[in-house]
T-cell receptor, first 112, second 112 residues
Framework: KQEVTQIPAALSVPEGENLVLNCSFT??????LQWFRQDPGKGLTSLLL?????REQTSGRLNASLDKSSGRSTLYIAASQPGDSATYLCAVDSGGYQKVTFGIGTKLQVIP | DARVTQTPRDKVTEMGQEVTMRCQPILGHNTVFWYRQTMMQGLELLAY????????DSGMPKDRFSAEMPDATLATLKIQPSEPRDSAVYFC??????????FGPGTRLTVL
């Protein structure tokens, strides 16, 4: 059974700082890995999706990397802003929608 | 700006009562998902449909939960009878052909 862990559970940083969020998974046989953002009281917004054949994806100030062999992914946020404050979840697809496993998330607070 | 909508946004009910949650997927999306999110378990897939047909509901307690898609614009999740352990936020998501899912704002259910 796939297990997804996100560390740390919560993170507080000053505005402007670069930061890294971590996601680890136990079964390296994956189809893709996706990073989501969740704002309080709202649903999830997809940020980046990395296919199993890819090593990284970039969107603006966000960069996600994938290392299947070690079962790890990182989400790098450059020059953090207060608007980045949210919970970030990673989701691992091990073989179709019914095998998507979500992490509990990392709650990020960017302090002005 | 097309969005997934869910009603109600909040529901408080007493144990034993029937609860029905509704979701309107994005027009043209052929895959619809129901998720449940709790602090302890995180986000769990309950069921999903493709072209209105149920493809997998193995994540759903069959004795009390049921999910349907009466038409392409409406998905429902029903709990009968409800129990306190069903208290959670229930998300609906829809997807076009492909991997990216678009989430609704969720229904926060509290069963007393």
């Amino acid at each position: 059974k796939q297990e997804v862990t996100q560390i740390p559970a919560a993170l507080s940083v000053p505005e402007g700082e670069n930061l890294v969020l971590n996601c680890s998974f136990t079964d390296s046989a994956i189809y893709n890995l996706q990073w989501f953002r969740q704002d309080p009281g709202k649903g999830l917004t997809s940020l980046l999706l990395i296919q199993s054949s890819q090593r990284e994806q970039t969107s603006g100030r966000l960069n996600a990397s994938l290392d299947k062999s070690s079962g790890r992914s990182t989400l790098y946020i450059a020059a953090s802003q207060p608007g980045d404050s949210a919970t970030y979840l990673c989701a691992v697809d091990s073989g179709g929608y019914q095998k998507v496993t979500f992490g509990i998330g990392t709650k990020l607070q960017v302090i002005p | 700006d097309a969005r997934v909508t869910q009603t109600p946004r909040d529901k408080v009910t007493e144990m034993g009562q029937e609860v029905t949650m509704r979701c309107q997927p994005i027009l043209g999306h052929n895959t619809v998902f129901w998720y449940r999110q709790t602090m302890m378990q995180g986000l769990e897939l309950l069921a999903y449909f493709r072209n209105r047909a149920p493809l997998d509901d193995s994540g759903m307690p069959k004795d009390r939960f049921s999910a349907e898609m009466p038409d392409a614009t409406l998905a429902t999740l029903k709990i009968q009878p409800s129990e306190p352990r069903d208290s959670a936020v229930y998300f609906c998501a829809s997807a076009p052909s492909g991997d990216t899912q678009y989430f609704g704002p969720g229904t926060r259910l509290t069963v007393l």
